[in-house]
């Protein structure tokens, strides 16, 4: 139920290729949900008790509530019903499960994973939290040992993963409507931790002040890797700079020993620790790391996660995204870092009224590494419309720096009006406001011809 997301048609995808018999419903048919179609589910738009009917298990996504009918339907009739994080366990009993968690850089960090695994011979099962440019997909069910999974901790999906080997990339507060304090959101991620079976191991980035609490909390006999760009580790990257494709080369270093240059052609810092975390995994599970290093120079990405949809009219457009304000500074950051000189015109959807308001003032702060900032409303997404309003964090940018526009079409409409020869167009946006970068686009290329 709710198979058109992404964390529940990558489910679908893994059944489907396992030899299951797959059905599903959502309210409007998403792409991925018409790509599962073609590749043989049945899936229902809209949801009506009948659609549960021959089913052996249904499992839900977290946005679906217990009052859902198909849910109610099924309980009635004795069919179990499963939230996606514990089915999402019994798909890694039988594997080798490495588990990507943290608030930050996960779906990028899986992917760039699943692909050096593949690359490597290993034919891995994975679970992406985005579609793999490299890997065509957001979900494979292979015939290798490992399971590669996006451990998200929204609604602790993460606690029903019992993994392996966990790779933690980074521990800032976020989701306020399901962890009302940043305590309360630390100490999830702690008892996931505890989650890791025995024998088991933690890759953690060094980086942030909450991997030392977190650290200083695990049990005694979990074996721990650590990874950082700017503090010690036993994983490093050092000499970093920018190469002419955009991204960083660095020389790895592992336990003291070199281990060559690394060069990325995906953007920023936040990609260098990414890709330190799963060089770290490669040297954790015995495999060939130089390869593994030749391979992630071919490595470019996931859709919506500094996606370069390309350049129309002198403007380059890129979509992403972020929706956490160090999310935002990351991809600012980055474009700084990959087109210098260059005008960057950000545009911002706020992702749910809770995380917009309790981090407003963060939000600020990152936005005003743009040159020009244009602020949509407040995406609700799982959440119910609130008075609140957008606005109210424009009124505290600078003048002529940042805009308000309530609607899409009109921050369409501004954006094309501004834009200049040389710009860059940052669409950042968890909700539906890819339609800006993806129209903005195709407008500056028909005024181009």
Known sequence: IGIGGTGMSSIARVLLEKGYTVTGSDRALSALALDLQQHGAQVFEGHTAENIQGADVVVRSSAIPDTNVEVVAARA?????????????????????????????????????????????????????????????????????????????????????KPNLVLLTNVEYDHPDCYPTPADYLAAFSAFLGNIQSQGRLIACADYPNTAVLLAAKP?????????????????????????????????????????????QVPGEHNVRNSLAVLAAVFALGLDVAKASEFLAHFTGTGRRFDVLGEANGVIVVDDYAHHPSK???????????????????????????????????????LSIADQVIVTEVYPAREPIEAFSSASLVAQMPARKAYYCQTLPETIALAEKILLPGDVLLVLSAGDADQVSHQVYHDLQERKS
Request: proline content about 2%; overall charge positive; hydrophobic content about 40%.
């Open 77 to 161: 009739a004795g069919i179990p019903v499963l939230k996606r994080s514990d089915f999402l366990g019994s798909l890694l009993s039988d594997h080798f499960g490495i588990a990507v968690a943290g608030s930050h850089g996960k779906t990028t960090t899986t992917a760039m994973l699943a692909y050096l695994l593949t690359q490597l011979g290993e034919d891995p099962s994975y679970i992406i939290g985005g579609v793999s440019k490299d890997l065509s997909s957001n979900a494979h069910a292979g015939q290798g040992k490992f399971f590669v999974i996006e451990a998200d901790e929204y609604d602790r999906m993460f606690m029903g993963l």
């Open 220 to 264: 005694a006999s979990l074996q721990t890797l650590t990874y950082a760009l700017n503090a010690a580790a036993d994983v490093q990257a050092s000499n970093c700079f920018t190469n002419r494709r955009g991204g960083f080369d660095y020389a790895l270093t592992i336990q003291g020993q070199s281990y060559g240059r690394v060069s990325l």
């Open 328 to 366: 935002i500074q990351a991809t600012l950051s980055a474009a700084r870092s990959r087109y210098p000189g260059h005008r960057l015109v950000a545009v911002w959807q706020p992702h749910t009224y809770s995380r917009t308001k309790a981090l407003a003032t963060e939000f600020i702060q990152s």
